[in-house]
């Protein structure tokens, strides 16, 4: 499918987004290279040419000069027959090697089971890739993990003297596992040891795309988390960083919904950001009959607080594209809808809570049965975002997300709301974060109410423009 006729298509579908990115049809998963290359922003992804489903995994390619409206290339890394990446090219990262961009991914068969680890050096544009001729750089998988088909999603920085790299794998019996390696020059490495070992009922059975980066004095390790019982979720753990040893200290949830596979890099400005895949909460069924599944994430700023709890908000540059806006105080507000609403929003609203609940409701139904909660429960501290249907349908999923949001001594609530067709992002007090869908069954379904409203200190709503 072209772009034009993608754009064509798509135009009357409110369930996609207007202002994050994705490619112009088919399927994107992880964010893979992110990095700012001569000023400008390049985000690789997984993606698949042929459809809105998961195969033939290649690296697709944006760009952008101030990380909210993305302009699409061509692909970037396809796999090669009879090569080490023939099934498919993988999740990695992308170094400046002394002027020379490298992706470091994983390659993987045709069945999955065999992934290795791989190097292609780009041109000095990032359009073009030459695969290292001596692939895989990393093709045996430790003894202590036994037979595994988890090996894969390196994450490589620069250390004083020498590269690290670390992959996602697991430790039967155990848990999820992070593995440790360096090399002098990216293409020999030698294997360390486990950086870190979860605990498989606590931490799940697996971990994916892993990223490990100083912020401020510490380190954060950053692991998307496999469970046997519970939806994947990403987890983060703060530490030091000492003698090739992780000394964790402090651990958390980075997000409770359908964020995923996420990825960061510090760009030139010193900010670390953190990019990252949405995923769908609708059957492959109707994905494939949408032509389109997968978002990325509003790139967001990372920072530590004084309790080693890891802070993020989206970037400032998201509100250059803040339109028609509507501001209320305490007293302003009452039971009845507000007076902005619809499927592109960005909202903050901050509560004072005695007890009970608060929260707002979105994309509500006229009959008032159909619409998207987020709420707060002050009685259990607890943040959940609850989404209900007119219909039942089997092919949404509607059951609710929520995580621990513990307010500290004398603190609101603040929220931050960023709404877009099927896409909820939520942030609160920086440091609490659940990213959900909804599929609303009409686009007259756009009415924007509180819930509580004698709680509200203050709620900003703006239209958010379309990057398109």
């Known amino acids: 499918m072209t772009k034009q006729a993608a754009k064509t298509t798509f135009s009357e579908d409110f369930h996609r987004p207007r202002y994050h990115f994705l490619p112009a049809a088919n399927w994107m998963n ?15 992804f997984q993606y698949n040419p ?93 003894a202590e993990l036994g037979q595994t088909r988890d090996f894969r999603d390196p994450f490589v920085w620069r250390g004083d003297d020498c590269w690290y790299m670390i992959l996602a794998s697991h430790i039967a019996g155990v848990g999820g596992a992070v593995l440790l390696y360096r090399s002098r020059d990216l293409r020999g490495w030698q294997y360390r040891h486990p950086l870190f070992v979860g605990d498989k009922a606590r931490n799940g059975r697996n971990f994916e795309c892993p990223n490990f980066f100083p912020l401020g ?42 964020s995923y596979a996420s990825l960061a890099h510090e760009d030139e400005a010193g900010r670390r950001l953190i990019y990252s895949w949405i995923r769908e909460g609708r059957s492959g069924a109707r994905q494939k009959q949408a032509g389109w599944t997968g978002v990325q994430a509003i790139p967001r700023q990372l920072w530590l607080d004084d309790r080693q709890r890891l ?23 009452n039971h009845d809808a507000l007076p902005l609403g619809g499927f592109a929003l960005d909202i903050e609203v901050e509560f004072a809570l005695a007890g009970g609940i608060c929260g707002l409701e979105l994309a509500r139904a006229e009959s008032g049965w159909e619409k998207l909660a987020v709420v707060y429960d002050s009685s259990t501290a607890t943040l959940q975002v609850r989404r209900q249907y007119d219909d039942e349908d089997p092919e949404n999923d509607a059951a609710p997300q929520g995580m621990s949001h513990q307010l500290d001594a004398g603190e609101n609530l603040r929220l931050r709301i960023l709404f877009d067709g099927s896409v909820l992002e939520v942030i609160a007090n920086d440091r609490s974060r659940i990213t959900s869908r909804f599929y609303s069954g009409s686009a007259e379904n756009d009415t924007l109410r509180v819930i509580n409203p004698a709680s509200v200190v203050a709620l900003d709503i703006w239209e958010m423009s379309s990057i398109w």
């Open 30 to 44: 992880d964010p893979n290279g992110v990095i700012q290359w001569d000023g400008r922003y390049h985000l690789f």
């Open 217 to 258: 004095d510490k380190w954060v390790l950053i692991v998307s988390a496999q469970l046997d019982h519970a939806p994947s979720t990403t987890l983060y753990f703060v530490g030091r960083f000492e003698n090739e040893r992780f000394i964790t200290e402090h651990e958390g949830v980075y997000d409770a919904g359908y």
């Open 311 to 333: 802070c993020s908000r989206p970037v400032a540059e998201l509100e250059a594209l803040r339109g028609r806006h509507c501001h209320l105080r305490a007293g302003d507000v």
């Open 50 to 142: 042929d459809g809105a489903y998961h195969a033939n995994m290649h690296w697709g390619h944006a760009v952008s000069d101030d990380l909210v409206h993305w302009r699409e290339l061509p692909v970037a890394i396809a796999p090669t027959p009879g090569s080490p990446d023939r099934g498919g090219v993988f999740s990695g990262c992308l170094v400046n090697d002394g002027g020379t961009p490298v992706a470091i991914y994983t390659g993987v068969n045709e069945t999955y089971d065999v992934q290795v680890q791989c190097l292609a050096a780009g041109s000095p544009d990032l359009m073009t890739w030459e695969k290292y001729a001596g692939n895989p750089v990393i093709g045996d998988v430790p």
